[in-house]
């Protein structure tokens, strides 16, 4: 099992863009009001990615490895 | 006034245009001899020999550099014009000469650029001649040369365009000689130039404007030749970097000349690198070390006498609440550039400032407390959420070790409000977080939520490190300890608040539900007492979550394992929270959420990781004795196995199974004695009739539950696709169990009492058996062999192997089970309550300190309390308060109970934190408790003293019915809570203890506690609180050996320890607690006399452990 184990990096990678792609499709409605304020300018979005995606430190790396690979994954057997 | 005559028809505009100067291409002639260079060189008024005897020179030179043509005689014409035109003999008087005119050149007019400009690139091009060679002399002359250099740094490109680079101002030229200077002079002369005020102050002062190269030159030339230069002392540095810099460079995070298309970093990110730099490189000078949560000025060693500790707490030391309005720090340079920059719209300045706070963790409650102006009021705006980010990104800063960036624990704890403020920054407040949380916005509500979930994580880091075992002045961290959950508490919302916000998140918003369901378990594992006060019942939860889960609309796999977080988010929620109805179905709910559960094991997707549900399931099983509560038996493993395998063979015929399967489940649950009793009937039929002897096997009873079903089905609505499912799901779990360990003939006895009931036509079934040699190939399982019957002599070797299993340390056990003194005496609590309200007396324990005070030592003290408690009566009997009555009367009784009684001796502890806890259930009139205690008071004016009020009560009432409904068993285990609250507060000398152990009507009270934690559903907080209150009793003296003479305490605990399921988490941790309480009973009894008393049995063995 160990063998075919993506490197943590990847992971991080992979779970932050589920996370991202989850954000997105929960606060969508949310999202287009922050988007159309008057405030909204210059590095607004890109402050808002990064305020969305701060979100994957909850998780430890184990669990962002269990979300992301583990439903691909055939389990083992003993 | 009169209009002003032009001069002429075309006047206006002639007189505004410059004069164009047309350059034609200047001639040149040959150089043969020095004599002829020194002429063409020689100075001339008219520009066009001027430019000939240049133009001549220059190519001159180009042709000495071609290193392919023949020089001929040049190099010697060359050599010979320059010995020619050296200053004659060196003289001082020429050097100073020329000095002079450099000086009197770039002091000139402001704008005759032509003349200063030409000057500073002459300098520029001679400090860095030859690789610095005579920057040093330059340096000595630098009267001369740095004459007027901040004023020519201010001499800017004006105009609307951008400045031409091939005509570069004279500001530009003045930066790039000064860059020049820092890059070859000695540090020595680095150092004086940086302590010019006037030149470091005009170096940025306009740097906004600059053009992109230059801003690029500039920053990179202070980083290589300031910031980075190890040679460079400290201080020289700090002159350079001082705030009015620091804020200037932050300036150009809003630069606007940069050039869309230019390659490399943009000059914000080149800004924000030097700023990252400067302020969070210690050798940079302007970071200085801090000592983390202690502020400046106060000594976190400062010897306070034990004795002024003791009596007055963290009020002994006096910085403890002085720094709730202001904070002094070390690094004052950072303090005051830090509120020049705007973290809620840029994510680099947000990324600089906690950048900053992490190597200078004294400026975190700092900001806050200075920068007032902007609030965490939610909002859905950029600005909000670039705020809310921000703040997320401070609360997930760590802890500085020790809290002090030392090596060990200071002596004393630091600020409460310091601490606080870095885990919950001022800003997020409970009014602000509050209204976040129930914002109909989801986005602003899932922000908040994010931000609890860290704060309260690292809440539970700084308790832990409050608790530490290497403090010295434990009691004042304790305290201290408390006052942060207090404050923490002040400050966030409430848990009804975080339920609510929970409540209304929509049913598909995983990510949301996630977040706000690791809230809710984080604050029953780092604040219990407030999360159980608010008796919120997660059944409803984990019902939508398991339904969800079990319905399997989620496509993604990841969404499932997403929302497999959440689940067993509420199932730790579940353990926490007493009386969790595993098998009672809803109505909204076909099946029991148990069998919920178990569904959604079956069902998950191929691969998803289960263990901590699988773990969960286990634990039920076994609690609830499905399965036999034996280490080595796998558990459901069998059950689920047969499920899953089933589900990949035929998924069409698990189906029909689950609501057959429930029944049995439900049933087994409920009465788990019977169907243990239907095995050995079994087990003696076979004795019986064919000699089997099948003493001692093993089997689940969830099997006989089964077998007992199994006639039923027929008569069912799809009777008979659920019994055609049964035939080929019970060999299979049969096998399955006889694989892990049950006994097979017994199994076979059962299968074949099965067989009539199930549509076997053919008899196949019956002919095959129970399937020998069955593999788990879907679950992992520990190692067994199938057993032979055992003999009942197991026990004793059951007994061996308990004495060797680990057992807690004596600091870890302390940690564990020692709970501070709830009667501890604040004899400042007699003045205290006068100029309290009456909600302010009952609600926030002023009362109960007066109360405490009567089982002081000291007569006279008691004697106060007494007088004092009939006082407080009197004043609540005359307010509004509205349970004044009830009030009232159990402070009068208990003042009645006193009387007579305090003279000789304290009150007995029982009855004084009886009266405390009852106060507290009188303050909630939905308490469950809240008629048993008024049923107390009515009944007599005075208290016996001998007994413990309200123990019959409690521990008499029938235990919840097992067939779980409504409220009733949560409303049980909520009074047993109370009672063993009360009672560990009511022991703390051998006279309490002596009320614990006299012989009762139906037994001593610590007979009858012991008894409780034997009942199988009583859940992990409560069994432990009945070890708390065994811990306790080891403290007080003569406690242990009462507890091993009297109760044959050693023996309890080996019952308990060989009970703890080992296999998950929990079961090993409370073996080991149980363990360690065992060695301490054994530590601190009278070892002689148990020794005799146990003759001989007790002492090796149990100090072995």
Known sequence: MASSQKPDQEIAAEFTSYYLQRATTE???????????????????????????QGTALFSPEEQRRIVTDAARPESKP | MGKRFSRGPDGAAASRKRQKVVHEAPTSEE???????????????????????LQSFKLFLDDLLNPDSDHGDRPRILRDYLQSARPAGDDDENAKRQQELVA??????????????????????????????IARPLFRARASMLKSLARNMGIVHIGDEAEDTKRPSARTNAILFFLSALKFLHPEAKKELLSQRDIVSALTRDVKQDPPYLVRELLEGLRSHVLLDGKLPREAKAGLLNTSTLTRVSALYQYRLDATAAEGPSIADSAHEFLLTACTNPTCGVLRQDSGFYPREIDPNAAIPAAELDDLGLEAIVWMNKFKTEVPVRNYTLSNFLPNLRPWSSVKQSELITSIFKVAPELVASYFLTNKSFTFEPKLSATWIGYAAFLFNTVTLPIPDYFCRATAFPELPPPTSIVIDNILPLPLNQKALSRSL???????????????????????????????????????????????????????????????????????????????????????????QVALMAKFDVSPFLETALSRLSKQELD?????????????????IAGYSPGMRWFAASEALSLSPFTLLLKVCVDAPHGVALEAIRRVLNFVAV?????????????LLALLEALQSLRQSSPDSVTPLWPFLDNCLTRCANAPVKYVEKMQEVIQEATGTAGQDLEGAVASPVAMAILEQ?????????????????????????????????????????FSKMVPHLADSKGKLAKAGVPQGLEFELNPRPHTTETKPKKPNATTAGQEEAKSEPAMDAETLENTLHM???????????????????????????????????????????????????????????????????????????AETARDNIHDGPLPSPIASFACHALNVLRDPLSSLYAKVNTFLTRGPVWTLDRLPLVDEVLSEEGPPVVAGGGADAAHYTQISWLLGYLLDGLRTPCDLELFHKKRARGPVLERVLALAANPYMRLPLRTQVLRLLYRATCVEGGSTTLTTRFGIVNWLDARQAGCCTDGGDGAGEAAVLGGLRRRVWETCDQERVRVWSKGALGEGVSSV
């Open chain 2, 710 to 750: 199994l006639p039923f089905v027929a008569a069912k609505e799809e009777g008979q696709a659920t019994l055609k499912a049964l035939g080929r799901f019970l060999p299979n779990f049969l096998g399955l169990s006889a694989t892990a360990g049950e006994s097979r003939p017994l199994l076979s006895l059962i």
């Open chain 2, 820 to 894: 501070p003194d709830g009667l501890e005496a604040d004899n400042s609590a007699l003045v205290k309550w006068a100029t309290k309200t009456v909600d302010e007396l009952v609600d926030e324990g002023y009362l109960t300190s007066l109360i405490a005070l009567l089982v002081s030592e000291h007569a006279s003290i008691r004697k106060e309390a007494l007088v004092n408690i009939l006082k407080t009566a009197a004043k609540i009997k005359q307010s509004e308060y509205e349970e004044k009555e009830q009030v009232w009367l159990l402070l009068s009784e208990l």
């Open chain 2, 31 to 53: 150089i043969h001899a020095s004599r002829q260079l020194q002429q063409l060189l020689s100075f001339s008024q008219d520009p066009v020999r001027a430019r000939h005897g």
């Open chain 2, 623 to 635: 609690e609830q004795q499905l399965v036999p509560a034996d280490d080595k038996h796998p558990g």
């Open chain 2, 556 to 572: 993604d796999p990841k969404d499932f394992a997403l929302s497999l977080k959440e689940l067993e988010n509420l199932l730790a």
């Open chain 1, 27 to 53: 606060f969508a409605e949310d999202l287009d009001k922050v988007r159309a304020a008057d405030d909204f300018k210059n590095d607004a979005l890109q402050m808002l990615v990064s305020a969305l995606q």
């Open chain 2, 104 to 133: 009197r050149n770039l002091s000139a007019d402001k704008g005759k650029a032509f003349i200063i400009s030409p000057t500073l690139r002459m300098l520029k091009e001679a400090v860095s001649f030859d690789g610095g060679a």
């Open chain 2, 438 to 528: 129930a914002n109909k916005s989801n986005m602003i509500s899932f922000f908040a939520t994010r931000i609890l979930v860290v704060a309260i994580g690292k809440l539970d880091t700084a308790i832990k490190m409050h608790q530490d075992s290497s403090h010295s002045n434990k009691s004042a961290w304790a305290e201290a300890a408390r006052r942060l959950a207090d404050e923490f508490c002040q400050r966030s919302p409430g848990i009804k608040e975080m339920i609510n916000s929970y409540r209304s998140i929509p049913e598909g918003d995983l990510l949301h539900r996630e977040a706000a369901s690791r809230l809710l378990r984080l604050c029953y594992e780092v604040l219990p």
